[in-house]
Nanobody, 128 residues
Framework: AVQLVESGGGSVQAGGSLRLSCAVS????????MAWFRQAPGKEREGVAA????????YYVDSVKGRFTISHANNKQTLYLQMTNLKPEDTAMYYC?????????????????????WGQGTQVTVSS
């Protein structure tokens, strides 16, 4: 089993930046897919960024391209989401997720049903 713990959320003004972190622990013996999802009140959870750790192949939803960057530490024990030029519409609970059955080498738009490990979430609030 994989355990995920997010941190780094907070409140910022529009145009500001935040870096989310996801500490990864548990039985990981090979490269996997990891993703950041977000869910705003009254909206469905959406995948905003994903990567296959074996090739560093990445995916971004159109609304965050050029503003968000997903990456991982060299030891693959931490996943990051660097968020810049934040907008009020980025306000949401952000979740880290892992798909241990992913084999790569590329990455596809993340679907909730494919990810079998989830963190508890970290809140991001962007004010105008």
């Amino acid at each position: 089993a994989v355990q995920l713990v997010e941190s780094g959320g907070g409140s910022v003004q529009a145009g500001g930046s935040l870096r989310l972190s996801c500490a990864v622990s548990g039985s990981i013996h090979s490269a996997i897919c990891m993703a950041w999802f977000r869910q705003a009140p009254g909206k469905e959870r959406e995948g905003v960024a994903a990567m296959f750790t074996g090739t560093d192949s990445t995916y971004y939803v159109d609304s965050v391209k050029g503003r968000f960057t997903i990456s991982h530490a060299n030891n693959k024990q931490t996943l990051y989401l660097q968020m810049t030029n934040l907008k009020p519409e980025d306000t949401a609970m952000y979740y880290c997720a892992a798909d241990t059955g992913c084999i790569g080498p590329g990455i596809t738009p993340p679907r909730q049903s494919e990810y079998n490990s989830w963190g508890q979430g970290t809140q991001v609030t962007v004010s105008s």
